[in-house]
């Protein structure tokens, strides 16, 4: 069986999944990231030495079948236009591109290439809500009407060592996310369920500023508060990257003939009720119970990341690679780019009021035509650009000088 030769763009988030590709099979080729020292702690981690280049033009000249994109969230797009254009296959972190143009140059170079492009979103694959979505396929719950999907994630306003991994410069985009830009963990588990695709989105935030005394953080909002009507008449209500209450993922699919969800800070635990005039047989009204994997490969998930979402994706994508096709819903590249006009617009809902917008599709040559100019973005590149738009619903916030400070010194320690 061939081995495939995979070439890691980002030395922190990429190492993690190169990890997976290994066990997996996979050669590692090389790695890319214009940090010297985060390659090199990365290649001590793999315990192996490959070429290391700063420059993503020279890496992808090396011979390679996939590139993993794990460099800054919003800044995807380019370079899987460059992967391919080369031919080379596409294993992007979330999301998938950061202003609604590059959605349309996304698909358009897609559209000419012959790479298989996945997105590397992993939630969908933890127990329960792979539990969760075979309930679903299986009928029981009957028309799938309304859903929920949470990522709550709060840090400590005094846990100096987030910002020194995780947003260690001043203009990092971690500094400007909107509440609605990291979508993915709380919606595309219940695309992967229900098979819905949303087609409008409104938002609402929820202000109130973090007591920090080291922050160079922009966004004070702890949550956006997102509905979107679907394809299939549905609605989804999300919460993106929240930070209120305790930290969990919680999910919950509600039918015609009963609701299934996982209980918040109970491990993989799900419930699972029915109306007492619709138990099916074999089956109580309450169903409390802790899924199985029932899988193969149980041990690998097992000591993997995210749940062990991390490495089920990796696998999708090399089978996607190995029978050459493009992965199913809501893991193919259109999938992707909803999810990111999703949060983009969601964040537009949010500075003008709460209106809704639709989510275009990408697949009509009229909706790009509407959004290939738009660059509308809060964020900081890699190549100079700066932000256009404002990150937070209260659009002058921003960091006092004395946090500024002691964010400095928190990164000098």
């Not at 030395?11 to 090199?40: H, P, S, T, Y």
């Not at 999907?149 to 909107?178: C, I, M, Q």
Request: aromatic fraction near 12%; charged fraction near 25%.
């Amino acid at each position: 069986m061939k081995k495939f030769k995979i070439g890691i763009f980002g030395a922190g988030r990429g190492i993690d999944i190169a990890q997976n590709m290994i066990l997996l099979g996979c050669e590692i080729v090389a790695l890319c990231d214009f940090n010297e020292k985060r390659a090199r702690d990365g290649l001590d981690k793999l315990g192996m030495e490959v070429p290391v280049f700063e420059n993503f033009d020279d890496f992808i000249e090396q011979e390679m079948d996939a590139v993993v994109l794990a460099n800054y969230f919003h800044e995807h797009a380019p370079y899987a236009i460059k992967c391919f254009q080369k031919g080379i296959h596409v294993f992007s972190e979330c999301i998938s591109n950061g202003t609604m143009a590059e959605g349309v140059e996304l698909i358009r170079a897609y559209e000419e290439s012959n790479s298989i492009y996945m997105l590397a979103e992993n939630y969908p694959q933890m127990i329960f809500n792979r539990e969760m979505k075979k309930v679903c396929d299986g009928g029981t719950l009957g028309k799938i009407l309304y859903a929920e999907g949470e990522y709550n994630h709060p840090v400590s306003t005094t846990d100096v060592s987030f910002s020194k991994s995780y947003a260690y410069f001043l203009e990092h985009w971690r500094h400007f996310l909107p509440r609605s830009y990291y979508i993915t963990h709380s919606l595309a588990p219940l695309m992967y369920a229900t098979g819905a695709t949303p087609k409008r989105v409104s938002a609402a935030p929820v202000f109130e500023p973090f007591h920090e005394k080291a922050t160079a953080r922009h966004v004070a909002d702890r949550a956006a508060i997102l509905t979107t009507l679907n394809d299939d008449g549905s609605v989804f209500k999300l919460a993106g990257c929240s930070a209120f209450g305790a930290h969990h993922n919680a999910y919950r699919f509600c039918g015609t003939e009963g609701q299934i969800e996982n209980l918040r800070g109970m491990g993989k635990k799900i419930m699972l009720r029915y109306n007492e005039w619709s138990v099916p047989e074999g089956l109580e009204e309450v169903n409390l119970y802790d899924p199985s994997w029932n899988d193969k490969d149980e041990k690998f998930i097992e000591q993997s990341g995210h749940g062990g979402g991390d490495y089920i994706v990796a696998r999708m994508f090399l089978d996607c690679i190995k029978n050459n096709t493009q992965p199913e819903h809501p893991y193919d590249i259109h999938s992707a780019v909803t999810m990111a006009s999703v949060a983009i617009l969601a964040h537009r809902s949010i500075l003008n009021g709460g209106v809704p917008y639709d989510i275009p599709d990408f697949h009509l040559e009229e909706c790009r035509k509407e959004y290939e100019n738009d660059r509308q973005t809060p964020f900081y590149y890699t190549d100079g650009s700066k932000p256009n738009i404002p990150c937070c619903s209260k659009t002058d916030y921003k960091p006092t000088e004395e946090q500024i400070r002691g964010y400095y010194e928190c990164l000098k320690d």
